[in-house]
């Protein structure tokens, strides 16, 4: 797909949608979601932002440095990955990472559901980079659609404390931009950015179901 390149305002808010809700920064509103709207609240404001920020460093700061060395190199020619062909090792890093992840939420004497959402993470990941091998599956809707399944499953089940109806609107609307802006950019089909947000919401959604 060729992006769209005229800088109007939709193609601005398209870039900075797709930026910050990237897919490297999935995991860190997950835990802000897991810290700050369940009964984790409680725990010492301190200890949930440590707990955060070493998510956030274990999954978006290192996969950011392994895909900027290989920029450098020339095995990688943007940050978003738009080449297929190029995604097998920022894969590999964020399947790692995620385990990475939940073995320092284990060591923390994290919930086991907030656990099997790395290991459900892990898991959509690998099956992106598979089906990547022969279509470009959106990894942004792929991690929008992880944590839209995450908070609906924890409002669903009586986790999220306050409004947990506003949160998992909030999070659906968020899919939807989010599809809006990979489709606008022409970096994918409806079917790419359909399939990748269906991908990791089942496959979070049915791992908490059947482990938790």
Not at 27 to 37: H, V
Not at 39 to 63: E, K, N, Q
Not at 126 to 145: D, F, N, P
Request: a positive charge; hydrophobic letters at 55%.
């Amino acid at each position: 797909m060729t992006e769209t390149t005229h800088k109007t305002p939709a193609t601005i808010a398209a870039h900075i949608l797709s930026d910050l809700f990237s897919p490297l920064l999935a995991p860190t509103y997950a835990m802000i979601a897991a810290m700050w709207l369940t009964r984790l609240h409680y725990l010492p404001l301190g200890t949930r932002i440590w707990a955060t920020a070493g998510i956030t460093v274990i999954c978006a700061l290192i996969p950011l440095v392994v895909i900027g060395i290989l920029m450098r190199r020339g095995k990688v020619s943007d940050m978003s990955i738009s080449n297929r062909g190029q995604r097998t090792i920022p894969y590999c890093t964020a399947i790692a990472c995620y385990i990475l992840a939940g073995t320092y939420l284990y060591i923390l004497n994290a919930p086991f559901w907030l656990i099997i959402f790395f290991a459900a993470a892990a898991l959509a990941s690998l099956l992106s980079l598979i089906i990547t091998r022969w279509w470009k599956i959106s990894a942004h809707t792929g991690g929008v659609g992880g944590l839209a399944a995450f908070i609906f499953w924890l409002g669903l089940n009586g986790y999220i404390e306050h409004a947990p109806l506003v949160w998992i609107s909030v999070s659906l609307l968020l899919v939807g931009f989010m599809a809006w802006s990979r489709l606008y950019l022409n970096h994918h089909t409806p079917a790419q950015v359909a399939a990748g947000a269906a991908l990791s919401a089942v496959t979070v959604y049915g791992l908490l179901y059947l482990f938790v």
